[in-house]
């Protein structure tokens, strides 16, 4: 059995508005307490691990470390999140107590008035504590994901510099940055002004990397050293100084990573590929056939990752697991031609 793991939407809600995220601000209904109860005990059941919560904003559900103390009591190994960093500052105790392993936050910009513009609220101050309680309270590892536009790039080295920094206060690497590439995966990019601004905001990895050989000498290590498991991810150090990590799908053209991932939706959907057209519905089940529905998946996902093995990381209704299904869908060759369109000469991946 490989060592799979529970990414686990809990609510579509979030209290940001992100200028590239849900345009349609997604109010769906959660799944009941009982249900997700049953599917975290489901999973174990069949020797799954480990649980990624994730949202929307995990934080913006108030019963959220319920849940996770419930998993502590079963016996999960790991707990890891994932955060708009918000609720943090007064969510740490309850966190640590619930069994929180790891963290990670989404952080843009270090701009107060930039930060605003792309949530919608001004909140960075909030987020920056959030970072220091975890840090002063907590032994979790964390990752800032920073998404990387045009009007952000050249804030790199201040991300680097603040984990620089804050390592240095605690004496060992407790933050990571990871840089991510600013592609096509939220409902956003289905409407015309949303596929403008990305048009216009689009960066490469070679972008990227660019920006970090400024700073010194990279050389790229295994992701396996690394805490967690995001099989699409690359992870380099820097003057073996700090470890960074980008993630360019766009650029890559979405491999299939082979992931081991149970994906739970809001919604009370469940698959074991992004790019799996039929889900299966397994909230209003028996505890019993739920342990059925996931057994039957990780099985079906161990026939994908070998019979498929140039599976392509995407999802035409962009956004469906997080938010729920929106009235279009998106070929992943209309955005390339779309930069090619917009960009002209400077077009590259």
Same mark, same amino acid.
């Given at each position: 059995m490989e060592d799979w793991h529970l990414r686990f939407g809990i609510t579509s809600?979030?209290?940001?508005?992100?200028?590239?995220?849900?345009?349609?601000?997604?109010?769906?209904?959660?799944?009941?307490?009982?249900?997700?109860k049953e599917i975290i005990e489901a999973a174990k059941n069949n020797s799954v691990k480990r649980i990624h919560w994730t949202g929307g904003e995990p934080l913006?559900?108030?019963?959220?470390?319920?849940?996770?103390?419930?998993?502590?009591?079963?016996?999960? /190994? $790991?707990?890891?999140?994932?955060?708009?960093?918000?609720?943090?500052?007064?969510? #740490?105790?309850? *966190?640590k107590d619930s069994g929180i392993s790891r963290i990670n936050i989404s952080l843009d910009t270090m701009n107060k008035e930039k930060f605003k513009n792309i949530v919608g609220i001004d909140a960075l101050?909030?987020?920056?504590?959030?970072?220091?309680?975890?840090?002063?309270?907590?032994?979790?590892?964390?990752?800032?994901?920073?998404?990387?536009?045009?009007?952000?790039?050249?804030?790199?080295?201040?991300?680097?510099?603040?984990?620089i920094e804050k390592n240095k206060i605690y004496g060992k690497e407790r933050i990571i940055v990871r840089f991510l590439q600013f592609f096509p995966c939220n409902p956003n990019?289905? /409407? $015309?002004?949303?596929?403008?601004?990305?048009?216009?905001?689009?960066?490469?990895? #070679?972008?990227? *990397?660019?920006?970090?050989?400024?700073?010194?000498?990279?050389?790229?290590?295994?992701?396996?050293?690394?805490?967690?498991d995001n099989p699409s991810m690359r992870y380099y150090r820097i003057n073996d100084t700090i470890t960074v990590g980008i993630l360019a799908m766009f650029s890559w053209k979405y491999p299939c990573g082979s992931c081991h991932k149970l994906r739970i939706s809001p919604q009370g959907n469940i698959s074991v590929c992004l790019n799996d057209k039929n889900v299966v519905k397994i909230d209003n089940t028996s505890l019993e056939e739920k342990n059925k529905i996931i057994k039957n998946l990780l099985q079906k996902r161990e026939n994908i990752i070998e019979k498929n093995i140039e599976r392509k990381h995407f999802r035409s209704n962009l956004g469906e697991f997080r938010f729920g299904k929106t009235s279009k869908e998106a070929n992943i060759e209309d955005f390339y031609e779309m930069l090619r369109k917009g960009r002209g000469k400077e077009c590259s991946v």
């Open positions: 809600n979030c209290n940001f508005r992100c200028s590239y995220c849900n345009s349609h601000n997604s109010v769906s209904k959660d799944m009941s307490d009982k249900d997700i913006f559900k108030n019963s959220i470390c319920e849940f996770m103390k419930y998993a502590k009591e079963l016996g999960y /190994e $790991e707990q890891s999140m994932t955060t708009n960093g918000f609720f943090l500052e007064r969510k #740490v105790e309850e *966190l101050d909030k987020v920056l504590k959030g970072i220091d309680k975890m840090l002063e309270k907590t032994d979790c590892l964390i990752k800032i994901n920073m998404v990387v536009m045009k009007d952000n790039i050249n804030e790199i080295k201040d991300f680097i510099n603040f984990a990019q289905l /409407e $015309e002004d949303g596929q403008n601004f990305w048009v216009n905001e689009y960066i490469t990895e #070679v972008n990227i *990397l660019n920006e970090l050989k400024k700073l010194g000498t990279i050389k790229e290590i295994s992701r396996k050293q690394i805490s967690g």
